[in-house]
């Protein structure tokens, strides 16, 4: 059975950072590219960032590149989300997802992601 298992989401003030991880078990991780969506209040979920199986190449939303950075531990079996110079736009639940496309499916739980002074 796939799980993943979203953590490190929080209340931080406009410019500050967060790491979030997704644990994954249940399939061989180190062979599927993976997903960070997320989804604000009242809003579809969004794509975010995506990584291939190599780590080597990567993929981001405009309004994050620059700030956001993902990564992961293939030994570890863990998606990694760096957040940084966040923003209150930034606010959302946020999913690790063994996707690529929509409807974002298998996905965790989430963890939520609140930017606000």
């Known amino acids: 059975e796939v799980q993943l298992v979203e953590s490190g989401g929080g209340l931080v003030q406009p410019g500050g950072s967060l790491r979030l991880s997704c644990a994954a078990s249940g399939f061989t991780f180190e062979t599927y590219s993976m997903s960070w969506v997320r989804q604000a209040p009242g809003e579809d979920l969004e794509w975010v960032s995506t990584?291939?199986?190599?780590?080597?190449?990567?993929y981001y939303r405009e309004s994050v590149k620059g700030r956001f950075t993902i990564a992961r531990d293939n030994a570890k079996n863990t998606l990694y989300l760096q957040m940084n110079s966040l923003k209150p736009e930034d606010t959302a639940i946020y999913y690790c997802?063994?996707?690529?496309?929509?409807?974002?499916?298998?996905r965790g739980q989430g963890t939520q992601v609140t930017v606000s002074s």
């Open positions: 990584i291939k199986p190599d780590t080597s190449i990567t």
């Open positions: 997802a063994r996707a690529l496309i929509e409807p974002w499916i298998p």
